[in-house]
């Protein structure tokens, strides 16, 4: 699983990256994260808001930081 975290690195992007980990260490799923902080990758991978979270290419969360059971629920579905 290949998971892109995308945003400046502001405080907002700290946690979702936080909350990234976590979601993937209850399930115990091994992941490759990226941090993307490139404005024209962002923009490439069709991201408008940060933070952004992609998921095996497929963005799903962006313009905030999504709950951890947000993240569970979703990485359960790309299982």
Same mark, same amino acid.
């Given at each position: ?16 990256? #936080? ?10 799923? #091994? ?35 999504? #709950? ?12």
């Amino acid at each position: 699983m290949e998971i892109k975290i995308f945003g400046p690195g502001c405080a907002k992007c700290v946690l979702t990256e #936080k909350v990234v980990r976590e979601a993937l260490g209850e399930l115990g799923i #091994k992941a490759d994260i990226e941090k993307v902080s490139d404005i024209n990758t962002m923009v490439e991978s069709g991201v408008m808001m940060t933070p952004a979270v992609a998921v095996d290419g497929a963005v799903i969360f962006q313009g905030r930081v999504p #709950k951890k059971d947000e993240v569970v629920a979703a990485l359960k579905k790309k299982r």
